[in-house]
């Protein structure tokens, strides 16, 4: 079974300053996809980026990248510039690679306040 | 596109009550999940569908759970004699199936059992 952790049950930020976000998991599969959502009061689950474990390179949308460290199971999201609407909570899930079921396994989340 | 609908968007009911949630996917995705975030348990997979049908089923956590999805499209989960540990936002999520891999969620609803 594979199992997903988050570390830093809560962060805190300056607004337009950088802020980085651990995850690490476990598994003995070697075809997978690792992910960030957030989650901000409103409930709404919302892809923020992700990746495949087969390719080297770290994906980056806009703001948000990761360090995907295969080796070391480590997949930590950074977000630059943060600004107040990235208050939020945000989830590291793993999926791994199947034409059948494929449920996303969470970890516990990291509650981020960016603070004007 | 509209995106990933549950309803309601919260649900109070009495302990020993039947509810249902009832969550419509992003058409044409022919993957449905079924999650439940709880405090203290973070999110858990409950049921996956395949089309109309769910080959696993190990993520409810009783039989007092249920979920069926008709027509290939919405999808209800029934939960029986309620219980209060049953309190927590149920996540719907949809996936294309056809080569994509990203899940899409719903809103959500907020289930409280009193």
């Known amino acids: 079974a594979q199992t997903v952790t988050q570390s830093q049950p809560e962060m805190s930020v300056q607004e337009a300053e950088t802020v980085t976000l651990s995850c690490t998991y476990d598994?003995?599969?070697?075809?997978?996809?690792l992910f960030w959502y957030k989650q901000p009061p409103s409930r709404q689950m919302i892809l923020v980026i992700r990746?495949?474990?087969?390719?080297?390179q770290n994906a980056t949308e806009n703001r948000f990248s990761v360090n995907f460290q295969k080796a070391a199971k480590s997949f930590s999201l950074k977000i630059s510039d943060s600004q107040l609407g990235d208050t939020a909570m945000y989830f590291c899930?793993?999926?791994?690679?199947?034409?059948?079921?494929?449920?996303?396994?969470f970890g516990k989340g990291t509650r981020l306040s960016v603070i004007a | 596109g509209a995106g990933v609908s549950q309803s309601p968007s919260n649900k109070v009911t009495e302990k020993g009550k039947d509810v249902e949630l009832r969550c419509d996917p992003i058409s044409g995705h022919t993957a449905l999940y079924w999650y439940r975030q709880s405090l203290g348990q973070g999110l858990e997979f409950l049921i996956y569908f395949q089309g109309n049908s769910a080959p696993d089923k190990s993520g409810l956590p009783s039989d007092r759970f249920s979920a069926e999805r008709t027509g290939g499209s919405v999808s209800t989960l029934t939960i029986q004699r309620t219980q209060q540990e049953d309190s927590a936002v149920y996540l719907c999520?949809?996936?294309?199936?056809?080569?994509?891999?990203?899940?899409?969620f719903g809103p959500g609803t907020r289930l409280t059992v009193t």
């Open positions: 598994t003995s599969e070697n075809n997978y996809y």
């Open positions: 990746q495949e474990a087969y390719k080297q």
């Open positions: 899930a793993f999926m791994k690679h199947s034409s059948g079921n494929t449920p996303l396994v």
């Open positions: 999520a949809s996936r294309s199936g056809t080569g994509a891999y990203e899940q899409y």
